[in-house]
DNA sequence: AAAAGTCCGTTGCTTTTGCAACGGACTTTT
DNA sequence: AAAAGTCCGTTGCAAAAGCAACGGACTTTT
């Protein structure tokens, strides 16, 4: 796991040394596991002991709300983080994850950070540091889906959450959506979204093709 | 501020002994400043030093959307907290915030948490795992909102959104929203909330007035 | 006490959206 | 190669929702 590229996109192990990034490992009591394609990470109601870095492959976390629907919390790709804040509450985590593709999962343990180990090196704190960071960059990401499904209507959600991918990519970008994940993501209908897409398109302001999107106006 | 009951609520102080809470107060190096109703506590794009606890009156969060609307990211009654998340991470916070009455504030600094000043007592600690906590709880609540936003009819968001009072508080309660407010929280329009409330109350769901709410199905 | 302001329900109208169903393009399986 | 499966655009229709405007109840100001 030492190997992966990977790695150097989270932010817990950015910028590490070869032994500090192996001390990393150690201080979060990593283990790694790897997941076939739909199979379950975790299941609802289940206490989450360690929150996982998706080393390579995706996986999509879900809760269910009071009807039964599947709403999509979060797609986490390579170097992506999920569950930090169940596994430092040590609580029962409403949520499920689903493995998109083949995935190799990095477990860690936030133990460290809730009870260290005197004595407290620099590096410890950097390490309790950035995962603590990390929790505070999570609002951060919420905010901006929050953002999203607060506008009114579909066609103002849909430029709300190209903007943001254009803001951080570029006018031309893949999205890890299909059209039915988009539509959940966004609190409406796949159809409906493709009519909005549709409209939008005839209109000259954007192009798209399937997942890949390329912003005009 | 430390005979101000509300404090008991915070997660950060609760069911401290008196010494150790005011030690608490000076390990978040605490000031309090009050704002009179409509007061700005903070402007858009300025970095956020503190966090906040509110200790008497009410403040709102605001975010501007890309088109300039106003989207409400909170509203935090005494003892709640606010801009953590920026105040650890240090950056510029797009957001304003909004005394919506005569409101007393403690601001709070998280600098020791970032960099603790040894020895680190026991006491030291368990405030460092209880702002941690806090953050953490945070997604969760988000996750909350979420999974209002992310329902796809307004009947179907205002059903998530009084379960989620219900759940919390009981059958009958008070929500800190006037309908402007209410709507801007649900993603919606002011009169169209009306009119469902008025059909949901007709169809025998629940009563209610301005908002206080009772649910009877 | 009058005036101004705030909050909220109501309503008419138009647009948007959800929903269901269908079919085409493409991929995977057998 | 046929069959089955997946993904997505399209469309018709009915329901939902946005928008604007009005008026009543109530509170605050002058």
């Given at each position: 796991?030492?190997?992966?590229?990977?790695?150097?996109?989270?932010?817990?192990?950015?910028?590490?040394?070869t032994e500090d990034r192996a001390y990393a490992l150690t201080y979060f009591d990593?283990?790694?596991r790897t997941y076939e394609k739909g199979d379950f990470l975790h299941q609802v109601s289940f206490p989450l002991q360690?929150?996982?870095?998706?080393?390579?492959?995706?996986?999509?976390?879900y809760m269910d709300d009071i009807d039964g629907h599947h709403i999509i919390m979060a797609h986490v790709e390579?170097?992506?983080?999920?569950?930090?804040?169940?596994a430092f509450l040590g609580i029962d985590?409403?949520?499920?994850?689903?493995?998109?593709?083949?995935?190799e999962i990095l477990w860690m343990s936030p133990?460290?950070?809730?009870?260290?180990?005197?004595?407290?090196?620099?590096?410890?704190q950097e390490l309790s540091n950035r995962f603590v960071a990390c929790l505070a960059s999570r609002t951060l990401q919420m905010n901006q889906r929050i953002q999203i499904l607060s506008r009114n209507t579909l066609r103002t959600k849909l430029i709300t959450f190209l903007s943001q991918y254009?803001?951080?990519?570029?006018?031309?970008?893949?999205?890890?959506?299909?059209r039915a994940s988009m539509a959940a993501y966004l609190g409406s209908d796949r159809s409906a979204?493709?009519?909005e897409l549709s409209r939008m398109q005839a209109e000259g302001i954007l192009t798209y093709h399937r997942n890949h999107f390329r912003i005009l106006k």
């Open positions: 796991m030492l190997t992966h590229p990977q790695i150097e996109h989270c932010p817990l192990f950015r910028d590490l040394s990593s283990k790694t360690r929150f996982g870095l998706v080393l390579s492959g995706s996986v999509q976390v390579p170097g992506g983080l999920f569950g930090e804040s169940y985590a409403p949520i499920y994850i689903c493995a998109v593709s083949e995935a133990h460290r950070i809730k009870a260290p180990v005197s004595p407290v090196s620099q590096l410890d254009a803001t951080e990519k570029g006018d031309s970008f893949t999205i890890p959506f299909d979204l493709s009519r």
